[in-house]
């Protein structure tokens, strides 16, 4: 009897100790979304109609896996991206260059990169992206999202970007 209860006890704390260790695991790899630090975005056409290249640079706050998105990117309403292709895109990470593995048009407005590269958090990220056509009205536009995300697409980091001004271009020139 004696030792039915000894074995029992010790199975009981064992039980705890595990539950201990699973809870801690969990803890520590939960990834708690945060903003991104340092963003900043530039284009070298801001005209109505018109296609330009668009840089995002940003430090990260948490870590993006090789093969997650280095960047979720949702245009405003009437931008397209449809004109962007793979080979095109560039990526720095600390000032390295990265392979860019994956690139995807969503709708026309977003889109979605990979990296095969792990991104610590605290590295600076400079993505850019070619043929990105503006909107062909002039106006204020807002980017609907912009954010680093696992691969079912779940936010690691985000950032809402600053409005963009589209400006008509003067022909008169």
Request: glycine letters at 6%; hydrophobic letters at 40%.
């Amino acid at each position: 009897m004696y030792m039915k209860h000894y074995i029992n006890k010790k199975l009981l704390i064992l039980g705890l100790s595990l539950t201990l260790l699973v809870g801690v695991f969990m803890l520590i790899t939960n990834v708690t979304a945060s903003s991104l630090v340092n963003f900043s975005y530039s284009s070298t056409n801001y005209y109505a109609g018109q296609s330009g290249t668009y840089t995002f640079t940003y430090t990260t706050v948490n870590t993006v896996q090789a093969d997650d998105y280095i960047a979720s990117i949702v245009f405003p309403f009437g931008f397209n991206t449809s004109g962007v292709v793979l080979p095109a895109i560039t990526v720095t990470v600390d000032d390295t260059p990265a392979n860019v593995d994956f690139f995807n048009n969503i709708s026309e407005t977003g889109a979605l990169s990979s990296i095969d590269t792990v991104v610590l958090p605290g590295s600076v990220v400079s993505i850019s992206i070619p043929s990105v056509l503006n909107t062909f009205t002039p106006g204020t536009y807002s980017f609907q999202s912009f954010m680093t995300t696992n691969i079912s697409q779940e936010e690691i980091d985000s950032i809402v970007p600053n409005q963009i001004n589209i400006i008509e271009q003067d022909v008169t020139s």
